[in-house]
């Protein structure tokens, strides 16, 4: 548990990093965006969608590959992975899926919020 937690976390991170180069990047588009009379909730929208998009995939990739690597390391300690696909074991992979689809979501709601609140002027002046 402790190594999961500590790959949620730097997981988290580096999606908050990732948010917050997106941001930065895109400041001139969110100010012509904002000058032509987008919403701030829109523009917030915007960036909350792709957290959540960046987090889904994310988990649909990482559950597949742990289910190839964990399925070979069970055939390769035990000869046989006949219980490797119990609902029993198999159940926690949607669960860390939402987890990982939800941290990416929480993480994006700072740059999503800082994004939102840009004012159109300076936004447009920066380059």
Known sequence: M?????SLLVAA???FNV?????NERVREIGILRSIGTQRT???RMFIYEAAIIGVVGAVIGAVVSIIIGYI???GMTGSAEYFFAP???????MAMAVGAAICMVT???PAWQASNLDPIEA???E
């Open 2 to 6: 402790a190594i999961a937690g500590i």
């Open 13 to 15: 991170v580096s999606i």
């Open 19 to 23: 948010m917050m180069m997106s941001v």
């Open 42 to 44: 829109e523009i917030l």
């Open 73 to 75: 390391v069970v055939l």
């Open 88 to 94: 029993g074991s198999i159940v926690y992979v949607p």
């Open 108 to 110: 994006g709601v700072y």
């Open 124 to 126: 447009l002046q920066n």
